[in-house]
Nanobody, 124 residues
Framework: QVQLAEAGGGSVRPGDSLKLSCVAS????????MAWFRQAPGKEREYVAH????????YYADSVQGRFTVSRDNSKNTVYLQMNSLKPEDTAEYYC?????????????????WGQGTQVTVSS
């Protein structure tokens, strides 16, 4: 079993930055692709970004491309999401997830492990 714990959320103003972290425990996730998803109140969960197990490829939703960066440190069993130029529409609960394959996907249904989430609120 893998437990995922997100941290780093908060309330910020438009244009600010935040860096989320997701620490895995229970077993190493170095062979798993990892992803970030988010869910805003009243909306469906949506894909944000994912990164290969090796860390050498990463992918993004169009809505965050160029503003968010996903990275990982396999020595720390940790995945990060650097969020820059935040907008009010980025307000959501952010979840990290682990995919049992090395490459991952944009489909949440393919992820086996999920964290509890961390809230990000962007408001002036």
């Amino acid at each position: 079993q893998v437990q995922l714990a997100e941290a780093g959320g908060g309330s910020v103003r438009p244009g600010d930055s935040l860096k989320l972290s997701c620490v895995a425990s229970g077993r190493t996730v170095s062979s798993y692709a990892m992803a970030w998803f988010r869910q805003a109140p009243g909306k469906e969960r949506e894909y944000v970004a994912h990164i290969y197990a090796t860390g050498n490829s990463d992918y993004y939703a169009d809505s965050v491309q160029g503003r968010f960066t996903v990275s990982r440190d396999n020595s720390k069993n940790t995945v990060y999401l650097q969020m820059n130029s935040l907008k009010p529409e980025d307000t959501a609960e952010y979840y990290c997830a682990a995919h049992l394959g090395m490459y991952g996907s944009r489909r949440g249904s393919e992820y086996s492990y999920w964290g509890q989430g961390t809230q990000v609120t962007v408001s002036s």
